[in-house]
């Protein structure tokens, strides 16, 4: 796996973070660069019993020896950066593009004060909105005028060429989902850019021929916080019954969720040009599933669900999550 980049399938919140946290082990990456919107995004990942989120860093942080950046085209909170970092003391291998566009407090209050983006679109009030629509207007402070953050500057564009160019193992991870995209998605009730796999190697500089691999990630069923469109939705109380029920990481809202969909899957992967399938929570649709670690110990019902995907999108299913835990993921790569 010289160059990966991991995308959403569906509307955020698929997992996205686990399976990078586990690949940042698995794998022994040498880079992971975080692409997307910003600090809308929360990744969460457990490892040994204990929940970590990020926000601004990779998902990869667990992994000491592992590069941590984030492209030109992701919007930088510095306190949340800031506290990112000491938490997980990752000072001397994280680096930020000098071109990162700066969210401030202006933005934050406007995400949470307009009407039309609280109440309308649903968002998540982090600033991304306002923040990018001041970058399109060229008005936006970038990251290499903001001294407190100028040690980890850095031409990060530059240093993943340079390490693909030399055959180390880079990951890209892609934030939010295909259906909120700016372009592809439930318009208007999508984040404020393209989240999609080229959208998401152009935030980090790196160009369509230097990947190897698309990996797009489906949880077993489908959620969506915020307002818009959700086929075949199911109520709360059916979806407290199937153990469906989730919140938000960033604004803890109520997920909704309906059933996996196999036509939002198959457009997905037309999209983001995918190649390879990582499905998350198949435990909590098959609790007998749960903490299995080998394709040959699912119970049969639940390698009926994976079949069936594979058949029907014509990819493999290569990653499986069976657990919160990092390690509870069944690998077929
Ligand atoms: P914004 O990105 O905060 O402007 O929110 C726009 C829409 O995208 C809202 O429906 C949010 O709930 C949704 N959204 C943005 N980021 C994420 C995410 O990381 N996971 C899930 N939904 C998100
Ligand atoms: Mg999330």
Request: include cysteine; proline fraction near 4%; aromatic fraction near 6%.
């Amino acid at each position: 796996m010289p160059c990966v980049v991991t995308v959403g399938g569906f509307y955020g919140d698929e997992g996205k973070g686990k399976i990078v946290a586990y690949m940042s082990i698995k794998d022994n990456l040498d880079i992971a660069v975080r692409g997307g919107v910003g600090p809308n995004a929360g990744h969460t990942f457990v490892q040994s019993g204990k929940e970590y989120k990020v926000r601004m860093l990779p998902s990869a942080v667990l992994n000491s020896t592992t590069r941590l950046l984030i492209g030109a085209g992701v919007l930088v909170e510095p306190t949340i950066l800031q506290n990112e970092i000491q938490a997980f003391n990752s000072t001397d291998r994280t680096f930020i593009d000098f071109q990162c566009g700066i969210i401030d407090r202006t933005h934050q209050d406007s995400d949470k004060n307009t009407e039309h983006l609280q109440k309308t679109i649903g968002t998540t009030g982090s600033g991304t909105g306002p923040a990018n629509a001041e970058r399109a207007l060229r008005n936006i402070k970038l990251a290499k005028d903001v001294p407190e953050i100028a040690l980890y500057l850095e031409d990060v564009s530059n240093s993943i060429n340079h390490s693909i160019d030399n055959g180390e193992k880079v990951l890209i991870e892609g934030t939010q989902g295909t259906f909120l995209s700016l372009f592809h998605g439930t318009y208007p009730f999508v984040t404020s850019k393209d989240v999609t796999a080229s959208a998401i190697c152009s935030d980090v500089g790196v160009g369509p021929k230097k990947v190897d691999d698309v990996l797009i990630v489906f949880k077993s069923y489908v959620t969506r916080v915020g307002e818009g469109p959700l086929n075949c939705e199911i109520t709360l109380e059916q979806a407290r019954e199937k153990n469906w029920l989730e919140f938000g990481s960033v604004t803890g809202r109520q997920r909704r969720s309906a059933p996996f969909d196999f036509d939002l899957a198959k457009k997905a992967i037309q999209i983001n040009s995918a190649t390879q399938i990582a499905l998350t929570k198949l435990d909590v649709l098959y609790p007998q599933a749960k903490g299995k670690r080998e394709f040959s110990s699912l119970p049969g019902e639940a390698k009926d669900f994976i079949s069936n995907i594979e058949s029907e999108t014509g990819l493999p299913v290569t990653i499986i999550g069976t657990g919160a835990e990092i390690m509870d993921t069944i690998d077929r790569r």
